[in-house]
C-alpha cells in the first residue's frame, strides 16, 4: 500500500509507435494502483525515449540530465528511462549516467511494474495486461499493428533498435481496438513502421485489408486512418478499399523520401521515380476522393544540384497535399554513415528552407479550394487563450497537419463530430463555423 502511494510522472518522446509502449506501460502501472502527477510533482518519473536520429537522442538526454537535477534537489526519488534510447546504448548509459535507476530495454517494458517495485526492495506479483490506456485524449488513439522493419533503408536504424518486422496478430488488434473504443476513442490511427507489410511474417500474406475489415465492425469505431503506406505495396484493391469504405479516412500518408532514382537506389528504397508518378496520377485519377500526405529526406549523400533539383521538379507538378521534409541526419551502424559525397550542414539547411517554401506555396493554393466546403469535424480540444476550438476532418492527422478553428459559442464539446464550414485558410490552418 505504501508503494501504490508513489505518484509517476511520464516524459513522452518520440514517434506515435513509441508512445503506445508507453501507453501500454502506464495501463499496467494504473491498474497496479499507482498514482500519476507531473514530474515535477512526482516520486518517480518515467522517460520515454527515442534515439532514431541525433536531435532525437540529444532531446532524450536533455530530458534525463533536467530529472537528475531534480533528484540531485531532493524533489524526486527515481528516474527511470525506457524506449529506444537504452536499447541502443545500454552500456554507454549506465556508465555514463549512474544517476539513473533503472534503464529499462523494449523487451521488459511488460516488466515495469515489478521493475519500480525492486527500486523500493518491494516483491509484488502483478500479471501483465495486454491494454493500453491513452495519455492523451481519449477520443483517438493510435494502434500499433506491428514492430521492427525488414526495408533496411540506408539512413535507417529502426531496424537495429527494434529488430525485424513483427505483425500483432488480428485478433489481438481487435481486442485492442475494442478497448480502446470502450474508453471512449472514436478514431484509430494505425502504425507500424511499414503498415502495408501487415501480416505477411504471421499469415505469408498481406493482410491489411483483412485487418481493416473487421476494424470497421467496432460500431464506436467512426473513424480508421492509415499511417505509413510503402509505396510498392500501395495497390489499387487497397486504394479501392480505402475510397469506398466510410470508416476509413480518405487519407493515404506515403513516405516517398527521395524521387530522384540515383538517390533511391543509394538509399535502398524499392520505388522509382517513375512509379512514384504513375502512382500518385493513379490516385488523382481513379480516386480524387483521396487526400496524399508525404515525406522527404534532403541532404542525403551524393544529392548533388542535380538530383535535387528533380525534387523541388516533382513537388511543383504533382502538387501533394501535404508533405514532411527532414534534413539527412548521418546515424552509425547505417550504410549511409559511411557513404562518399556527404552533404555539408549549410547545405541540407538551405535545401529545406527552400523545399518548404515551394511546399508551402503548393498547400496554400491546394487549401484555397476548399473554402466554402462544409466538412465533418472531431473537436480536439479548447484553447482559452484564443477562445477557438481546434479539431480536424477526416483529411487531417494530430500533430502533423492542419487543423480547422472554430470560434463558437454554441455548447461544442471536446471528442464531438460536429458539420463545420470553412471559410478562410490562414497561418497553417482552416477557420470554420459551425453550421
Known sequence: MELKQKKIGFISLGCDKNKVDLEEMFSNLSSFGFKFDLPEN????????????????????????????????????KIIVTGCLPQRYLDELEKFIPEVDKFVQ???????????ASLYDVDVKFKCEDKQLPLGPKHYAYLKIADGCNNACAYCTIPRIRGRYKSVPIENLVARAKQLAS?????????????????????NEYKLIDLLKELI???????????????ELVTDELLKF???????????????????DNILKEMNRRNSELQARNLIKNIHENYPNLLIRSTFIV????EGRKQFKNLCKFLKEEKLDNVGFFEFSKEESTKAFYMKNQVPQFVKKHRLLKVQKIQSEIMFENNLKHIGETEKVLIDSFDPETGY????????????DFVVKISCENDIKIGEFYDIKLTNFENYYFIGELV
Not at 217 to 230: A, C, E, G, V
Request: proline share 6%.
Open 389 to 400: 476550438f481546434e479539431g480536424r476532418t477526416s483529411k487531417m492527422s494530430p500533430n502533423v
Open 183 to 203: 474508453g471512449g476513442a472514436k478514431e484509430l490511427i494505425l502504425v507500424a513502421q511499414d503498415t502495408t507489410r501487415y501480416g505477411y511474417d504471421l499469415y
Open 42 to 77: 512526482s516520486d518517480i518519473v518515467l522517460i520515454n525515449t527515442c534515439a532514431f536520429i541525433l536531435p532525437a537522442r540529444k532531446e532524450a538526454i536533455n530530458n534525463i540530465m533536467e530529472m537528475v537535477s531534480l533528484k540531485k534537489a531532493g524533489k524526486i526519488e
Open 299 to 302: 541532404g542525403f549523400p551524393g
Open 106 to 116: 523494449l523487451k521488459d517494458n511488460k516488466n515495469i511494474v515489478q521493475i519500480i
Open 217 to 231: 465492425k467496432i460500431k464506436d469505431i467512426k473513424w480508421i486512418r492509415l499511417h505509413y503506406l510503402y509505396p
Open 242 to 260: 480505402i475510397s469506398e469504405t466510410p470508416k476509413i479516412c480518405p487519407y493515404l500518408d506515403i513516405p516517398l523520401q527521395h524521387i530522384d
